[in-house]
């Protein structure tokens, strides 16, 4: 028999739980959240919305912003199914705190040379692979920002989706499966993570491999998932001024 995890609940329930979850949350994130009518129900009842609201500033500002309705329904499906439904069961199923998952900083800036030194050639790779047609036919997701204010407010969302991505995969899947499966939970995690990619370009995919790898290997010695969330943001930003430099998209540039 097992001894209880801290919070009386046994490592084996502990990964069966995580594992089960993960399994229902990322079908339902495919199947849901990113096949683009959930997107598109709940941008057209924010339009319905803001064109009943009475003439003056907050109808202004929300039909301005009309043209990233879509991508906020996608990180808020993203943040549901990423962080909102695995906090929840760590903290009421677990009976654990939020910090045993990752969600403590003390490590993040004792750690940072060693994420900017991994930061440093994924962002010369970047520059390099920027022109080619696979990297345009990809990025950036929000192709025509109208001002920087506007980019500003995408990238803001885009970051927000990487916490919670980092804290499922490096907060929660980890941190409930390490007891039960040792060094072992890192490649179970990295399994699901590494499909997440496959809509993208082959080299991003393997990437991939090598990223989640070492951000798993790092968010289990460090008990942070902020150095992983900072790394995926900057690459992730990175990849859109880089794509948006080669088309000369960036605001202001047109």
Request: aromatic fraction near 12%; include cysteine.
């Amino acid at each position: 028999m097992e001894a209880p995890a801290a919070g009386g609940r046994s490592p084996l329930f502990k990964a069966m739980t995580a594992l089960g979850a993960a399994a229902i949350l990322l079908t339902l994130l495919n199947f849901v959240v990113l096949s683009g009518q959930l997107q598109a129900d709940l941008a057209d009842r924010v339009w319905g919305f803001a064109t009943g609201l009475s003439d003056g500033a907050l109808k202004d500002a929300l039909l301005s912003a009309s043209p990233l309705y879509r991508h906020a329904a996608w990180t808020l499906g993203c943040v549901t199914c990423y962080f909102i439904v695995p906090a929840f069961i760590v903290v009421a199923v677990f009976r654990e705190p939020l910090s045993a998952y990752g969600l403590n900083g003390r490590g993040f800036v004792r750690h940072l040379p060693v994420y900017l030194l991994l930061l440093a050639p994924v962002l010369v790779a970047v520059a390099i692979a920027s022109g080619s047609e696979a990297f345009q036919a990809t990025y950036p997701f929000y192709r025509h920002p109208k001002g920087w204010a506007d980019m500003l407010a995408w990238e803001l969302l885009y970051a927000t989706q990487f916490f919670a991505l980092e804290f499922f995969f490096r907060g929660f899947l980890l941190h409930a499966t390490k007891q039960r499966l040792g060094v072992l939970a890192v490649p179970a995690m990295v399994v699901p993570y590494v499909m997440l990619h496959f809509t993208k370009p082959m080299p991003e995919a393997f990437g991939a491999v090598i990223a989640g790898t070492v951000l798993g290997v790092l968010a289990l010695r460090t008990g942070t998932i902020w150095g992983g969330v900072f790394v995926h943001a900057a690459v992730a930003i990175s990849m859109d001024v880089a794509s948006l430099l080669q088309r000369g998209g960036l605001p202001g540039a047109r």
